[in-house]
């Protein structure tokens, strides 16, 4: 989601029943639905977008908003039971119904954060952050049981059940199969098929006649097929636009809807566990099943030495920031025009020093002005007061970088408040060049401060979330701590000297950086330590 645009800000001195996926009340619908109405079980694919419940209409490739724009929610799925959907916002339990509407049930608060999650059979809500920390919920009760033998990091960002299993893929294009009677997992089956570059799959569908669906954040949509054996294959069969923060759900007893193959056939791969389900299947196999058309070939993707140049501009719906001109604004320029662009690929890396001892290479409480090292790459940065500060909030991915120390096995941190509203600072790691921020990772506060995001930029440089860590939301001029300790493509994250997660980097070695997103936010101080090798 993107903000309202405002004029560049000085510096401040002070530190401050069943599922209805055809029919739902969307923008285009002339009349609601009923108070607490529930879904029918019919075709379709929901995502939520950034705390929107959207329609995915495979067949014209485009999402159609339903009900209200909340703050930030996710882990949905949807209860056979009584027709609904359910999810987690922070550490809420909300009920969704089929207006779009959200009504909060009341509090889990060991569920905080989880962005990963569906209904098992047995009418209970499973929830995680990314395969860590797996919880069941009765949503009437809200009853939770901490489920930690299924619980591992480097999990998968969404879950959808087929007979009782919860299958998800991992940014790697691992298989995670969770059985919640069995407390167990297993992620040992890579699936062939897909990109090779990491990128969440942050959207898992499930219809009758046992099809596995997941949808890929670059727009991507495969059909998972042999997910019972050992080698599970994907097949693309449709696109959608490119999302960061989305999740899926859908109406298990429903077949596909328009737009999207049943790429192995009607016969479900693994046996239906409950009656519902074998009833579904059964009419799914002698009346729905449509055979479908050859599948569209997966592009494949262009490896760095065929892209010499800059890519021309992309559409996107977060293109183009216009602000009016404004001749008394102080304390910067006011914001350019931002536009989501496609980037060079990560340039070679140079040869990078190696040391016997932890050596700080640069370190600086912004007391003396940091223009001789840092280069600002984009955004409105000033210093003053003591401190270092992206001044306004026009775009994403301001960034101020420390291009003069490369390095691969480092510790970084920095301290930082936001200065008006939403603190959404955080690090640049292994960007390889001023050029371009393709390959580089990034950790950063987000969603008003309420989460630590991990993410990455692709091979084109657009922006791939991979994981979310639930924080509690610092205060207007409340500075926090954030420190990286990197090693190669392993890299330990802490906020506020507490370990929030471990996670892989794309790419090893680069420089590193500052970066804000659409808030202003000061830096009062910064340090890049070399550590042994």
């Known amino acids: 989601m993107f903000r309202v645009n405002r004029r560049a800000l000085a510096l401040l001195t002070a530190v401050a029943a069943p599922l209805t996926l055809l029919s739902p009340v969307s923008a285009q619908t002339a009349e609601p639905r009923p108070e607490g109405a529930a879904f029918a079980c019919q075709p379709g694919f929901y995502q939520v977008l950034s705390g929107q419940l959207n329609l995915f209409t495979p067949d014209q490739g485009n999402f159609e908003p339903v009900g209200p724009d909340y703050a930030n929610y996710n882990a949905i799925g949807y209860r056979i039971a009584d ?101 167990t997992y297993d992620n040992s089956r890579q699936i062939s098929g897909l990109p090779s570059t990491n990128m969440a799959y942050g959207a898992m569908w499930a219809t009758a006649g046992g099809n596995l669906y997941a949808g890929r954040n670059s727009g991507e949509i495969y ?158 940065w000033l210093w003053e007061n003591s401190q270092f500060a992206q001044a306004h909030d026009c775009g994403f991915d301001t960034t101020s970088a420390l291009p003069g120390y490369y390095v691969d096995n480092y510790r970084f941190e920095a301290n930082f408040s936001s200065i008006v509203k939403d603190n959404h600072g955080g690090l640049l790691l292994n960007q390889s060049s001023v050029d371009t921020r393709s390959g580089a990772s990034l950790v950063d506060l987000a969603e008003g401060g309420n989460v630590l995001r991990w993410g990455y930029y692709d091979d084109l440089g657009y922006y791939q979330l991979l994981e979310r860590f639930e924080i509690e939301r610092p205060a207007v001029n409340q500075a926090v701590n954030l420190a990286v300790e990197v090693s190669g493509t392993d890299v330990s994250i802490f906020y506020n000297g507490v370990l929030m997660g471990e996670v892989v980097a794309p790419e090893a070695g680069g420089f590193v950086g500052l970066v804000v997103n659409a808030t202003p936010v000061a830096f009062h101080s910064v340090s890049l330590v070399a550590l042994p090798s």
Not at 94 to 116: C, F, H, M
Not at 126 to 139: A, E, N
Not at 356 to 365: G, H, V
């Open 83 to 183: 027709g609904m959907l359910y999810g987690m916002q922070h550490d809420q339990v909300i009920r969704i119904d089929a207006n779009g509407v959200n009504i909060e049930l009341g509090t889990v608060q060991d569920a905080g954060g989880s962005y990963t999650g569906d209904f098992g059979d047995d009418g209970l809500l499973y929830v995680s952050r990314g395969g860590r920390g797996w919880m069941s919920i009765d949503v009437d009760t809200l009853e939770s049981t901490e489920l930690p033998e299924m619980s591992a990091s480097g999990g998968p960002a969404d879950v959808a059940n087929l007979y009782g299993t919860l299958y998800g893929v991992s940014s790697s294009g691992q298989l995670w199969i969770y059985d919640p009677v069995s407390r």
């Open 223 to 380: 059909q998972i097929t042999g997910f019972s054996t050992d080698s599970p294959t994907a097949t693309q069969v449709g696109t959608s636009d490119s999302t960061r923060s989305n999740d899926g759900a859908s109406c298990s007893l429903a077949p596909p809807p328009e737009g999207i193959d049943d790429v192995d056939g009607p016969e479900p791969e693994v046996e239906p566990q409950t009656p519902e389900a074998k009833e579904a299947a059964e009419v799914y196999e002698q009346e729905q099943y449509v055979e479908p058309e050859p599948a569209p070939e997966t592009a494949e993707e262009t490896s760095s030495s065929e892209v010499p140049e800059e890519h021309a501009p992309v559409a996107t719906d977060e293109s183009v920031y216009n602000p009016p001109a404004d001749e008394s604004v102080t304390g910067g320029d006011v914001c350019e025009t931002n536009v989501r662009e496609d980037r060079l690929p990560r340039k070679a890396l140079p040869p990078i020093p190696t040391y016997t001892s932890a050596t700080t290479l640069y370190q600086s409480d912004f007391s003396t002005d940091p223009l001789g090292a840092f280069r600002i790459l984009n955004g409105t």
